[in-house]
Nanobody
Framework: QVQLVESGGDFVQPGGSLRLSCAASGFNSYSHGIGWFRQAPGKEREGVSCIGGRDSNTYYADSVKGRFTMSRDNANNTVYLQMDSLRPDDTAVYYC???????????????????WGQGTRVTVSS
């Protein structure tokens, strides 16, 4: 059974850092495109970062470029999102998602992902 479980969300002050984790089970996440998305209250879900299968490429939305870093721990079948220099507009529920089959690609298209975690809440406020 495929499962994605996010963790690491918290309340943090502006300028702070958090590391989100996405623990995968039921498949080898290394071979699949993985995306991090976020959804703020009243807004649509948006792509933040994604990584292609076999670490082919990593992409970042302009709003997080230079502040967020996506990485994998293949031994633990886990994907991370390191978030630094957090701002109030980073406040959202963050989701990880995975393609349903192994491939080298990733995107910010929500419909392109077959598996989703339950989300973890990040609040950035003073």
């Amino acid at each position: 059974q495929v499962q994605l479980v996010e963790s690491g969300g918290d309340f943090v002050q502006p300028g702070g850092s958090l590391r989100l984790s996405c623990a995968a089970s039921g498949f080898n996440s290394y071979s699949h495109g993985i995306g991090w998305f976020r959804q703020a209250p009243g807004k649509e879900r948006e792509g933040v970062s994604c990584i292609g299968g076999r670490d082919s490429n990593t992409y970042y939305a302009d709003s997080v470029k230079g502040r967020f870093t996506m990485s994998r721990d293949n031994a633990n079948n886990t994907v991370y999102l390191q978030m630094d220099s957090l701002r109030p507009d980073d406040t959202a529920v963050y989701y990880c998602a995975a393609h349903g089959r192994a491939d080298l690609y990733c995107s910010y298209v929500v419909q392109g992902y077959d598996y989703w975690g339950q989300g973890t809440r990040v609040t950035v406020s003073s």
